[in-house]
Protein backbone atom coordinates (compact mmCIF):
# COMPACT_ATOMS: atom_id res chain seq x y z
CA UNK A 1 0.00 0.00 0.00
CA UNK A 2 1.13 3.31 -0.92
CA UNK A 3 1.81 5.51 2.28
CA UNK A 4 0.83 9.20 0.39
CA UNK A 5 -1.13 10.29 -2.34
CA UNK A 6 1.35 13.39 -2.80
CA UNK A 7 -1.35 16.26 -2.19
CA UNK A 8 -1.12 19.07 0.14
CA UNK A 9 -3.94 18.77 2.70
CA UNK A 10 -6.39 21.39 3.97
CA UNK A 11 -7.49 22.39 7.09
CA UNK A 12 -10.49 24.68 7.65
CA UNK A 13 -10.31 27.49 10.80
CA UNK A 14 -14.37 27.98 10.72
CA UNK A 15 -14.83 24.12 9.16
CA UNK A 16 -18.56 22.52 8.75
CA UNK A 17 -17.20 19.59 9.99
CA UNK A 18 -20.28 18.56 12.49
CA UNK A 19 -19.53 14.54 13.11
CA UNK A 20 -16.15 11.89 12.32
CA UNK A 21 -16.53 8.38 12.45
CA UNK A 22 -13.73 5.29 12.18
CA UNK A 23 -14.95 2.13 12.35
CA UNK A 24 -14.52 -1.59 10.85
CA UNK A 25 -16.93 -4.09 10.34
CA UNK A 26 -15.90 -7.75 10.59
CA UNK A 27 -16.53 -11.28 10.17
CA UNK A 28 -19.47 -11.66 12.13
CA UNK A 29 -19.04 -13.33 16.23
CA UNK A 30 -20.72 -16.46 16.15
CA UNK A 31 -20.66 -16.46 20.24
CA UNK A 32 -21.54 -12.75 20.38
CA UNK A 33 -24.67 -12.81 22.62
CA UNK A 34 -26.93 -10.25 24.25
CA UNK A 35 -25.18 -10.38 27.82
CA UNK A 36 -21.65 -9.55 25.77
CA UNK A 37 -22.77 -5.66 25.53
CA UNK A 38 -23.21 -5.38 29.21
CA UNK A 39 -20.11 -6.92 30.17
CA UNK A 40 -18.18 -4.41 27.75
CA UNK A 41 -20.16 -2.04 29.26
CA UNK A 42 -18.66 -2.92 32.51
CA UNK A 43 -15.53 -2.45 31.14
CA UNK A 44 -16.26 1.18 29.53
CA UNK A 45 -18.95 2.48 32.17
CA UNK A 46 -16.13 4.99 33.11
CA UNK A 47 -15.90 7.00 30.53
CA UNK A 48 -19.20 5.95 28.34
CA UNK A 49 -21.89 5.87 31.31
CA UNK A 50 -24.99 6.41 28.71
CA UNK A 51 -26.41 3.68 26.70
CA UNK A 52 -29.28 3.26 24.16
CA UNK A 53 -30.19 0.01 21.98
CA UNK A 54 -30.93 0.75 18.51
CA UNK A 55 -31.87 -1.76 15.44
CA UNK A 56 -27.86 -3.24 13.90
CA UNK A 57 -26.67 -0.92 10.82
CA UNK A 58 -24.76 -2.03 7.74
CA UNK A 59 -25.24 -5.75 6.70
CA UNK A 60 -27.45 -7.70 8.77
CA UNK A 61 -25.56 -10.47 9.87
CA UNK A 62 -27.69 -13.09 12.40
CA UNK A 63 -25.79 -16.40 13.37
CA UNK A 64 -27.95 -18.19 15.51
CA UNK A 65 -28.41 -21.89 16.76
CA UNK A 66 -31.63 -23.03 18.50
CA UNK A 67 -33.71 -19.98 19.11
CA UNK A 68 -32.41 -16.88 17.24
CA UNK A 69 -31.79 -13.40 18.89
CA UNK A 70 -33.28 -10.18 17.99
CA UNK A 71 -29.74 -8.49 16.28
CA UNK A 72 -29.15 -5.25 17.76
CA UNK A 73 -26.51 -2.90 17.81
CA UNK A 74 -25.36 -0.76 21.16
CA UNK A 75 -24.82 3.18 22.01
CA UNK A 76 -22.21 3.70 24.33
CA UNK A 77 -21.74 7.48 25.38
CA UNK A 78 -19.48 9.74 27.39
CA UNK A 79 -21.57 11.97 29.53
CA UNK A 80 -21.16 15.40 27.29
CA UNK A 81 -22.43 12.77 24.28
CA UNK A 82 -19.41 14.42 21.85
CA UNK A 83 -17.81 10.33 22.13
CA UNK A 84 -19.79 7.32 20.98
CA UNK A 85 -19.15 3.63 20.91
CA UNK A 86 -21.47 1.23 18.63
CA UNK A 87 -21.32 -2.13 19.18
CA UNK A 88 -22.66 -5.09 17.20
CA UNK A 89 -21.99 -8.70 16.00
CA UNK A 90 -20.19 -7.70 13.37
CA UNK A 91 -19.39 -3.84 13.89
CA UNK A 92 -17.41 -1.47 15.78
CA UNK A 93 -17.49 2.36 15.31
CA UNK A 94 -16.28 5.35 17.15
CA UNK A 95 -18.03 8.90 16.35
CA UNK A 96 -16.88 12.01 17.65
CA UNK A 97 -20.10 14.62 17.00
CA UNK A 98 -19.66 18.34 17.55
CA UNK A 99 -21.82 19.62 20.73
CA UNK A 100 -24.28 21.97 20.07
CA UNK A 101 -22.23 26.12 20.18
CA UNK A 102 -19.30 23.68 20.46
CA UNK A 103 -16.69 25.74 18.32
CA UNK A 104 -13.62 23.41 18.45
CA UNK A 105 -13.41 20.18 17.17
CA UNK A 106 -10.50 17.43 17.53
CA UNK A 107 -8.32 16.63 14.65
CA UNK A 108 -8.21 13.72 13.22
CA UNK A 109 -4.61 12.57 15.14
CA UNK A 110 -7.34 13.22 18.14
CA UNK A 111 -9.71 11.07 16.81
CA UNK A 112 -7.30 8.24 15.51
CA UNK A 113 -5.76 7.85 18.62
CA UNK A 114 -9.22 7.34 20.87
CA UNK A 115 -10.63 5.05 17.82
CA UNK A 116 -7.26 3.23 18.44
CA UNK A 117 -7.33 2.93 21.98
CA UNK A 118 -11.33 2.03 22.15
CA UNK A 119 -10.63 -0.70 19.68
CA UNK A 120 -8.12 -2.72 21.31
CA UNK A 121 -10.11 -2.30 24.70
CA UNK A 122 -13.00 -3.94 22.04
CA UNK A 123 -10.30 -6.68 20.81
CA UNK A 124 -8.90 -7.58 24.59
CA UNK A 125 -12.26 -8.22 25.71
CA UNK A 126 -13.07 -10.63 23.06
CA UNK A 127 -9.57 -12.50 23.32
CA UNK A 128 -10.36 -12.27 27.07
CA UNK A 129 -13.85 -13.64 26.57
CA UNK A 130 -12.52 -16.79 24.32
CA UNK A 131 -14.09 -14.92 21.30
CA UNK A 132 -12.03 -15.82 17.77
CA UNK A 133 -9.79 -12.79 16.71
CA UNK A 134 -11.89 -10.31 14.32
CA UNK A 135 -11.41 -10.75 10.77
CA UNK A 136 -11.85 -7.22 8.98
CA UNK A 137 -13.95 -7.54 6.01
CA UNK A 138 -13.63 -3.57 5.66
CA UNK A 139 -12.66 0.37 7.19
CA UNK A 140 -14.66 3.16 6.84
CA UNK A 141 -13.97 6.52 7.74
CA UNK A 142 -16.80 9.45 7.29
CA UNK A 143 -16.98 12.99 7.58
CA UNK A 144 -20.22 14.86 7.59
CA UNK A 145 -20.56 18.31 7.21
CA UNK A 146 -23.36 20.93 7.83
CA UNK A 147 -23.36 23.72 5.47
CA UNK A 148 -25.75 26.18 6.65
CA UNK A 149 -28.09 28.74 5.18
CA UNK A 150 -26.80 32.00 5.20
CA UNK A 151 -23.09 31.07 4.94
CA UNK A 152 -22.69 30.68 0.82
CA UNK A 153 -25.96 29.99 0.16
CA UNK A 154 -29.52 30.95 0.64
CA UNK A 155 -31.76 28.55 -1.79
CA UNK A 156 -30.85 25.47 -3.96
CA UNK A 157 -30.19 27.96 -6.62
CA UNK A 158 -27.14 28.69 -4.85
CA UNK A 159 -26.34 25.15 -4.64
CA UNK A 160 -23.51 25.42 -8.09
CA UNK A 161 -22.09 27.90 -5.86
CA UNK A 162 -21.28 25.54 -3.24
CA UNK A 163 -20.56 22.53 -5.32
CA UNK A 164 -18.86 23.10 -8.58
CA UNK A 165 -20.55 19.49 -9.38
CA UNK A 166 -23.61 21.11 -10.29
CA UNK A 167 -24.49 22.95 -13.98
CA UNK A 168 -24.72 26.85 -13.51
CA UNK A 169 -28.18 26.55 -12.87
CA UNK A 170 -30.90 23.51 -11.33
CA UNK A 171 -33.68 25.15 -13.26
CA UNK A 172 -34.71 24.86 -17.19
CA UNK A 173 -37.21 26.63 -19.13
CA UNK A 174 -39.86 24.30 -18.35
CA UNK A 175 -38.70 23.24 -14.78
CA UNK A 176 -38.70 25.60 -11.45
CA UNK A 177 -36.40 25.02 -8.91
CA UNK A 178 -36.41 21.81 -7.47
CA UNK A 179 -37.96 21.48 -3.93
CA UNK A 180 -35.09 19.33 -3.09
CA UNK A 181 -31.67 17.87 -4.47
CA UNK A 182 -30.23 14.35 -3.10
CA UNK A 183 -27.04 13.61 -4.97
CA UNK A 184 -25.19 10.03 -3.85
CA UNK A 185 -21.57 9.54 -5.72
CA UNK A 186 -18.99 6.83 -5.71
CA UNK A 187 -15.23 7.10 -6.81
CA UNK A 188 -13.00 3.77 -6.63
CA UNK A 189 -9.94 4.31 -5.59
CA UNK A 190 -7.61 1.43 -6.41
CA UNK A 191 -4.52 2.54 -3.21
CA UNK A 192 -7.31 2.31 -0.91
CA UNK A 193 -8.20 -0.96 -2.09
CA UNK A 194 -12.10 0.67 -1.94
CA UNK A 195 -14.32 3.36 -2.70
CA UNK A 196 -15.45 7.27 -1.63
CA UNK A 197 -19.10 7.72 -1.35
CA UNK A 198 -20.26 11.20 -1.21
CA UNK A 199 -23.83 12.07 -0.10
CA UNK A 200 -25.44 15.54 -0.37
CA UNK A 201 -29.12 16.26 0.80
CA UNK A 202 -30.65 19.10 2.25
CA UNK A 203 -31.52 18.68 5.59
CA UNK A 204 -33.15 20.75 8.93
CA UNK A 205 -31.11 20.17 12.05
CA UNK A 206 -32.60 18.94 15.36
CA UNK A 207 -30.25 21.19 17.53
CA UNK A 208 -31.64 24.57 16.39
CA UNK A 209 -34.03 24.10 13.37
CA UNK A 210 -31.74 25.51 11.10
CA UNK A 211 -31.55 24.77 7.42
CA UNK A 212 -28.52 23.05 5.97
CA UNK A 213 -27.22 21.16 2.87
CA UNK A 214 -25.72 17.98 4.89
CA UNK A 215 -22.56 16.74 2.76
CA UNK A 216 -20.93 13.49 3.69
CA UNK A 217 -17.72 12.06 2.61
CA UNK A 218 -16.45 8.32 3.29
CA UNK A 219 -13.73 6.37 2.65
CA UNK A 220 -14.74 2.19 2.57
CA UNK A 221 -11.94 -0.47 1.99
CA UNK A 222 -9.97 -3.22 2.92
CA UNK A 223 -6.44 -2.69 5.12
CA UNK A 224 -3.66 -5.22 4.10
CA UNK A 225 -4.56 -7.14 7.55
CA UNK A 226 -6.84 -7.22 10.44
CA UNK A 227 -3.69 -6.04 12.31
CA UNK A 228 -3.91 -2.96 14.41
CA UNK A 229 -1.05 -1.02 13.07
CA UNK A 230 -2.65 -2.15 9.01
CA UNK A 231 -5.61 -0.62 9.83
CA UNK A 232 -3.99 2.84 10.86
CA UNK A 233 -1.84 3.06 7.78
CA UNK A 234 -5.65 2.43 6.14
CA UNK A 235 -7.25 5.35 7.87
CA UNK A 236 -4.04 7.61 7.17
CA UNK A 237 -4.41 6.89 3.61
CA UNK A 238 -7.47 6.87 3.51
CA UNK A 239 -8.00 10.32 5.36
CA UNK A 240 -5.81 12.02 2.73
CA UNK A 241 -8.68 11.17 -0.36
CA UNK A 242 -11.48 12.16 2.02
CA UNK A 243 -9.73 15.34 3.13
CA UNK A 244 -8.99 16.21 -0.90
CA UNK A 245 -12.10 14.90 -2.43
CA UNK A 246 -14.08 17.36 0.04
CA UNK A 247 -11.91 20.18 -1.52
CA UNK A 248 -12.30 19.09 -5.12
CA UNK A 249 -16.38 18.78 -4.61
CA UNK A 250 -16.73 22.08 -3.04
CA UNK A 251 -16.17 25.74 -4.58
CA UNK A 252 -13.31 28.13 -3.32
CA UNK A 253 -15.91 30.25 -2.46
CA UNK A 254 -16.95 28.06 0.41
CA UNK A 255 -13.34 27.25 1.21
CA UNK A 256 -12.43 31.36 1.61
CA UNK A 257 -15.68 31.53 4.29
CA UNK A 258 -14.56 28.42 6.21
CA UNK A 259 -11.40 30.16 6.03
CA UNK A 260 -9.07 27.04 4.61
CA UNK A 261 -5.16 26.48 5.52
CA UNK A 262 -3.08 24.52 3.40
CA UNK A 263 -0.66 22.07 5.40
CA UNK A 264 1.89 19.47 3.79
Given at each position: MTSSIHRTLSDFDDSPLVETVLGVEFVPLQQWKTPHFGLFWHEIKAEYPRFE?????????????????IPVRCLFYDEPQ????????NRFFYNWRKYF?????????????????????????LIANQFEQPQIQHCEISYINHIEKGKGWETLADLPNVIPYFSNSLSTQFLPLPDAVVLHVFYSIPNIRGRIN????PAIRQDDGKEIIQLQLSAIGLPASSNIDDMIEWFDLAREYVNNSFVDFTSAKMHGIWKMREKI
Open positions: VQPPSGNLNVISIGMPETKLIQVQNNQIEYPRYETNKTVFKTEWLKFYNFIHLQ
